[in-house]
C-alpha cells in the first residue's frame, strides 16, 4: 500500500505570510495513462468534512482563493498558501488516489495556525 | 449541485453492527463512484471502500474486507455502509463522498459525517 506523509505535524504562520505544506508519498503518484499526479489536497476544520483544494496536484478547484496553490511530481509535491488569511486555519491533507484498482490513502495532516 | 446527506450520530455496544446511510440529490447518481471514508478524532480520513450505483460494483480496502458491506439503492439514490462485529476502536466519524466525474478520483463532494460511537 502506498503510504502519504506530511510534514511539518504543525505549522504557525504570522498573517499575510507564506505557508508551505509537504507531502511525500511511498510510491510515484505519476499516471503515466493521462500524464498527471494523482494527489490531491483537502481542509478540514473543526466539525466539518473535507474540503477539496487541489487535484491532479496542481489544479485548483472550482471557487477556491488563487492565493493557494500545488506543485510536485512523482513522490514529492507541496501546498503553498501565498499570504495567509485568518480563515485558512485548519488542518490540512494530502491524498493519493488510484482508479486500477480503487485506493485511496491520506497523509496524517498538517495543523496551520496563526503565528 | 451534488447534496450528500448522511444518517444521525450512533451508539451502539462493542460485537453488534451499525449501518450508515448516505443520501445524494442533484446530478446524476447511479454512474458515479460513492466511497466511505471514517475519521477518529485527531487522525487523517481512512478510506474504507466503495460501490458504482448502477452496475452494484464494489471494492474495499482490505483492512476492511469482511467486516464491511457497501451497497446502494437507485431507486432512493441512497448507498449504505454496514460495520460488522464492532469494537470501541470503530469509533469515528463515517462519511461518504464522491468525485466530480464518473472517474475513481478526488472527493469534491462530502457528506456531513456520521459519528458512530462503540461504547459498553
Known amino acids: 500500500d502506498i503510504v502519504m506523509t506530511q510534514s511539518p505535524d504543525s505549522l504557525a504562520v504570522s498573517l499575510g505570510e507564506r505557508a508551505t505544506f509537504n507531502c511525500k508519498s511511498s510510491q510515484s503518484l505519476f499516471d503515466t495513462s493521462n500524464n498527471k499526479n494523482s494527489l490531491a489536497w483537502y481542509q478540514q476544520k473543526p466539525g466539518q468534512p473535507p474540503k477539496l483544494l487541489i487535484y491532479w496536484a496542481t489544479t485548483r478547484e472550482s471557487g477556491v482563493p488563487d492565493r493557494f496553490s500545488g506543485s510536485g511530481s512523482g513522490t514529492d509535491f507541496t501546498l503553498t498558501i501565498s499570504s495567509l488569511q485568518a480563515e485558512d486555519v485548519a488542518v490540512y491533507y494530502c491524498?493519493?488516489?488510484?482508479?486500477?484498482?480503487?485506493?485511496?490513502?491520506f497523509g496524517q495532516g498538517t495543523k496551520l495556525e496563526i503565528k | 449541485q451534488v447534496h450528500l446527506v448522511q444518517s444521525g450520530a450512533e451508539v451502539t455496544t462493542p460485537g453488534s453492527s451499525v449501518k450508515v446511510s448516505c443520501k445524494s440529490s442533484?446530478?446524476?447518481?447511479?454512474?458515479?463512484?460513492i466511497s466511505w471514508a471514517r475519521q477518529v478524532p485527531g487522525q487523517g480520513p481512512e478510506w474504507m471502500g466503495g460501490i458504482i450505483p448502477s452496475l452494484g460494483k464494489t471494492t474495499y480496502a482490505q483492512k476492511f474486507q469482511g467486516r464491511v458491506t457497501i451497497s446502494a439503492d437507485t431507486s432512493t439514490a441512497t448507498v449504505y455502509m454496514e460495520v460488522t462485529s464492532l469494537r470501541s476502536e470503530d469509533t469515528a466519524v463515517y462519511y461518504c463522498a464522491r468525485p466530480r466525474g464518473s472517474m475513481w478520483s478526488s472527493f469534491a463532494y462530502w457528506g456531513q459525517g456520521t459519528l458512530v460511537t462503540v461504547s459498553s
Open positions: 442533484g446530478g446524476t447518481f447511479s454512474s458515479f463512484p
Open positions: 491524498q493519493q488516489y488510484s482508479s486500477t484498482p480503487p485506493m485511496y490513502t
